[in-house]
């Protein structure tokens, strides 16, 4: 038998987009799993104000951790490594409220809270994960091999594993093993049901640095790779950078009325907290809707403000909703927001020193997304 037929295949060439996300949330996966195994595991059940957020943990934590074992070289670049995990959507923000930063934030991986979103990639991932946890526990598949006095680590036999798919029902003929072998394996071009050896995703990950993420993104537009100042954001479905949930995954805080309500969401989870309480009919008549030349006419009946909203580890506790201008439509009680003393029905004028008089509430939320974790906030208050 020829030498290029027996050797593992782990070449990889510009892999496609949808290859290229499943190669991410496989590393993410690697990751999450350490986090969990470590000693003092960093994935676990919080409080805060005597608030329980499970299985989240703290970026700072992790940015930490990552040093510490040397899986980035920097802090900046595991902040980016990190981003680029909540851009796939393999974690997030407790609440939403915050793209990953170096800071005492409060962050939870999608499996660990199951809200990834509805997508066949997410779906596919999720399959091969099934496939490879029971391929594990068959040892005479997964193993450490040798040909001509090479190793190669932790890989199987193409022609085996379809023949494992079949018998075990994971695939119904032989062709549809071989299109599931070339979803999960490390070279999707080439994998064949014949005896070559191949390497699962996973298998791969564990042999690279966590920061190797990085060069999967060459190529990518500028839109969706992020700097490290978070300055530029993968725009998701709903425009916001946060990706829409289920309807039984939905974080606190949104209009249960309006699925493309975007907002800077309040404190986390289904169960976390109880449910914001519904703005009074005073309250929604404050945020009547307006133009920007009324709001700002001389003689208008509003005062300007500033208010500078520190967000805790999990979230900044207001909604925002509308266009030109925008509106608090929602204030957490417990939240921030109301300490700092922003109120329902105060129209922003400007985000973080940047005019937003002429933005919709999808893009205002986004300049606070990428924000730092203390937003600066300049409104119109009507006068009493």
Known sequence: MQRHNTEIRNHRVSPPSSQRKMDIMAIGEELRLRLH???EPLIKDRRYHLKLYPSSFVGQEVVDWLIKNREAESREQAVEVMRTLQDYNVLHHVCDDHEFKDEFLFYRFRKDDGTYPDESDSAAFARGQRIYSRLKLDKSMIKDRKYHLKSYKKCFVGKELVDWL?????????????????????????FRDEFLFYRFKNDEVETKKFSDVLSLLKGMSPR??????????????????TPKRSGTQRERGCDEDDENAVYTPMHPAPG????????????????????????????APFIKKTVKVASDPVGYGFVIRGSQPVHVHTVDPAGPAAVAG???????????????????????????LIGPTTATLVTMKKKV
């Open 37 to 39: 195994a470590v000693d």
């Open 166 to 190: 079949v018998a075990n029902g994971e695939a119904s003929t032989r062709d549809e093993g071989l299109r599931e072998g070339r979803e999960h394996v490390c070279d999707d071009h080439h």
């Open 224 to 241: 969706v790779r992020r700097n490290t100042k978070g300055r530029s954001r993968k725009e998701t479905a709903n425009g916001t950078g």
């Open 272 to 299: 976390d907290r109880q449910p914001m309480p519904v703005p009074s009919p005073s309250e929604e008549q404050v945020a009547q809707p307006m133009t920007v030349d009324q709001l700002m006419a001389p003689g």
């Open 342 to 368: 922003l109120t329902v029905g105060e129209y922003l004028i400007s985000v973080n020193g940047q005019d937003v008089l002429n933005l919709t509430h999808t893009e205002a939320a986004r300049l606070i």
